[in-house]
């Protein structure tokens, strides 16, 4: 499910309902799908020197596990871990496991939605935070992240 | 896992302990085990002309990925999403996603339980909610779709 | 004011404003006047072997007193306390006298509207809730009654 | 409606729901009936030296003008709001008007009930409170009546 | 009860208690009685081509009758709702129904008493507020009034 | 120090500081001091057929041991612990053991006062409170034990 | 900055961004400029046979300055502190050091904005507050000052 | 996944990021891998005539089917939820299902850490909490599982 | 009042109305007395080769002086401070002065009492925490304290 | 236990664990002892011309009783109530008693500790607060009392 | 102050004490001086095509008229409001007026300090949030700028 | 505007409408001006070999650059922000990068005063705090700075 590579890698998390986008709301998100996004990324990381691998889930538990997974593989996480953003203490601890830059991303300016997303579990454990610039926040922080490794 | 029909159909969702209905505290819960009511269903649905599908999950992502399929391939949804009611982001994220009618439904009365119950994730952004009238929540879920689709 | 039948009764009660109902606001209320409804609730009454009748009143205190008034000459009732249900304590107060089932009826999606609006009085003693189905809400508890008496 | 005297007199105001005390929920409330109570009170109210006038209401609004009509008329006032001494600002309002004794009564301990009865909105503005001793509440009121005027 | 007129009519509403006007703490709220108020708006209504109608009500119930009663029949509203300020959904409600200019009035600064009056029910609904000039707010309201109409 | 007699008993305890009852602030206690109010008691006990104690503490856990000391020695108790009953859980522990009528006192009318002595820690647990009537309010207590024994 | 004249004066003190009414967002605040508004009140001000001078700054400490300048100075002040409003106790504290009536005026309607606008830290010192009619709303307080002084 | 004797058996459920015990910040939690745990609670269990079955899931889903999988198979609990524990209202409901007794077990002082992991969704539902005592605490649940069963 | 002793020693502190435990409410509390509790305690202590001493008090303050005492003479401390954990700010502070192992026991299931037993003023500052077996827990806290010294 | 002097005195009352001052955690609050302090205080008092008595107690009660004592022996209080600074109505009300100036001290700053220290039960009854200086803030207050008197 | 260019232009803002950066605590904010990132910008808006000014006020009311300024001369907006990011509804209201882009950047994880800085006033109106990452903030800030444009 | 010395100085910073000290209110504040303090301050201060400065500013931003300013030049600041207190973190963020001693100061009881009073933004991170003094309390902390430096 996640692949590894022998040089430096980073992993780009993106959180449950991603993977609808581009197909629903383009007024909102944009027309850009996520496969559109990771491509892209991939080939900034390339013109930065970093080999970008990328996993979508639905799952807490799977997003437990992928951030468990690039301890000791990985040099870097960007992480839009979406809804599980506001409700997911497990979420939280396994990124209190690692040791390496994390980056959050949001697509959209959440202090705009509903009272319930402007709570993030996890800004106070990350490096630093980009938040409403759409799919250009990923590669924002592509470039953050390539600095602070 | 989910069925697709090429005719009109109607997806019931139902969340997390669901399975055990009529199992444990039927004096609470009554003896219909899930598997009754979901007959009963299919049954009033070929009356009323729609066909309903049912599925039940005890996980947070799976309901997410379930609610996803029903887009382009259902015209209707009822869901009772049980613990998932007052705690999932994510499940409203994935409603958000979809342009026709959802019902909400609870079989017991959520009000005289505990106040973190009393909150629903999901009730401002369905087309209607019934709440507290055991398995025939379902009938009358299905009776009310039935009439806005 | 409060007529009686012979036979088993169904007192349904609407709250202070709806008798402009189907007068202003259509698009959020429907063109369906108040006398529409109770109409088509005699209607449905009659074929589920139920005597409907129906009171509107702007008055805490006269929603009390039709309240007491169904004890001992009523079977079940139908209440959409409209503003009182968000702060009548007497309402409240009335039900708690009653030992037959009470349906909560609300037109419109309270959860969509002001804060205020999202507490009731009275969910957590009634029997079940139906809220958001416009007028078919009404229909949808009449049926349920029909079954729980 | 509210007679009056031409000597030293004390109103009782009782408020919504408390007509039916005595027929329903005796384990809770006893089995005295207002009516019962209301001659008890006068037959103490005799013994005292008081002419004691009783008043019920299921109204807010004729509660409000019961208060108002003791003015110059009375010189003391025993009430017990029930559920209107939670939510009714109106009534602070009118007993604000009056400069004799007022002494507030409930009939069960409202501590113990639901939280929204622990809050009265005119505690701290009446003489006295008297809580929990069913009817006997009343009548230790009026002693205590009898002894502030 | 509510008299109309054929020309350009304005209401004016009066809350509980406000018929105590003059009459009882008159160093709050002065001496001039509400007969007097009243018949000094219809003399500068007159002199600004206003047809004033001026109600007084103790009853929530009656507020809301008397709002709903304008439509169709009134050009504006003077509203001073007093205790229901605080307390009344319904009366929200029925000036939801309206859609000609209402202006909120109110005697005292409400800010400068308990903490339960600072919060209006109505003041966002309204077309504006006017707080804390005694008798003189109905005036300058009726002035605003004549401006927007 | 708690003296026991082998006929039916009363307890009454008061709390802290109010052995300066009478000494200081006559202007709001009045100028009965502890020691008149006690002898008012045991006088008024006499005729009510009660043998009345009384007790004064200003040590928490001295109410505590005189409470338990009531158990199989006495037949109800009075109790006003002023600063204590808004802070001690230990008290309303002792209270909680007890199984013969409690009534709580307050000399002044606590809702008149600080917010934080609004809140008694053991209203939802005694038979009735009496509040606001100076010393009054304890005769008028012995009068509701001597009916409740 | 702030002129003085011999005879009775009236000060208008406008707060920060008011420099730009009429200039940004006339759907919402007008076409009439701070000028326009200000030449407007001084015209009525010389039918009302007052001298009214006006101030404009984006400064808390000016605000407070400005206020200072009143005393001994002027007879009256109309302010709209815009933004300081709803954050500063220096303007507060000023105003407390007046003596002469002070009236509050908010061009919009403060209740249908977000609710850090709802609390003004200075509407229980002033002694009245005109809100939500716009550019009227100055005149209707110069007019309400005029009777005040 | 979860295997089941025929004779008295214990189930133990270890939360999200457990599985990384003893592999990262060993200064907080200890060298004890959860390996280590288990083996040592199979040996205590044996001395104590228990046979334990020990689980761990990073998933939400998978606690509740594990809980769920218990009954009529298991004849007592311990679960430590861990990030779950302040989060899930399904392994709440999971556990509501099963009758016989559950202990709850957290590694480190969970009040010594964000406030957001003070409360526990189900230690009002547990037969006992034991907290702070690291791997110990596992043990000390087994012996008192022992003398509960 | 509290003996020392040469070797090894673990004071055990119960707080107020503990010495009633199994006089009243045996159904909750167990029909083991406090001294049946002490005795086991030592006798298990014997075999953990702990000099175990115990005291119990109805007062804070002798609870803060017997906690002061330990210091250089115990080596670890197991406290139930009943009613004192939820409101005693001097206990916490003397327990902040001791530098050896103190656990937390409580007999019930605070969390199924009332919502001010939720919360205890000293266990982010103990080792650990037993609660809800009984009489079980101090057993428990024992054998862990033996482990902990 | 508290002597009286014929001439002007002053009565410093310290709370529970002060009487540990200089014996533990020297880091936070130094070296000097209770002792060493009260030395300090008589010796300034000498030179201020004030009779300076101590008291340390680590009961409630005794600090009430404290308290009480000087009422009509002394002319000032220096009180740090330590711990019952935050959780003592009873000392509130002890010193409400009292007419001389009364002045509170803290040696550590308390609004750099637990969020419950921030609040003082006594602070808007004193005459003045000093706060963080350690030992020092006692000599402070007994200058600013010498002044006060 | 404020230089204006004839070319595409975009203004920097820095907030109170950004002056004293490189100053004071580089081991929090880094040793680049504010003039170190002014210049570092200019340089990479050279390179990026855009005019890069630069503006560091420690005044509310000259960061207001700052923000006008930009209207009709500026095309974007990066602003650190740093303290005023808190507590600024002036600051809000100016932003409120421009129609460009405008993006907010914070040096430091403002999640990890205190709770009061958790809030920002103006994050739900900007175009996106950059938090965290150091001077290199406004590197990215400028980058995302460039693409908005 | 500031001025600085060759030997050891103290900078007193009096924050908004201080400068009216002593002209108006005098019940509350005092008869003495600014000036006098001052005044009575740098006399003081060479008794006890400091050289004091003075500073007064109604501005937020000239209070935090009047406190840069003192870095480098100054030993010791006491300071009184008077409305600024409350508000303002940009005042807080100029005294976190001072790092000599700095001691709050309040003329009045700030606890006496509106709730919103009672908080001070810098109280935790200044050496000390005197409150409640009037004049005498700038005094105390020049005293008590003395000992500081």
Known sequence: MIQESSEAVVMVIHGPNLNMLGKREPEIYGRETLEDIDRGLEDLGGRLGLDVKTYQTNHEGCMVEAI????GNHQGIIINPAAYTHTSVAVRDALLLVDFPVIEVHLSNIYRREPFRHKSMISDIVSGVISGFGAKGY?????ALAELI
């Open 68 to 71: 468990q997974a690039t301890i």
């Open 139 to 143: 590669r924002l922080a592509l470039r």
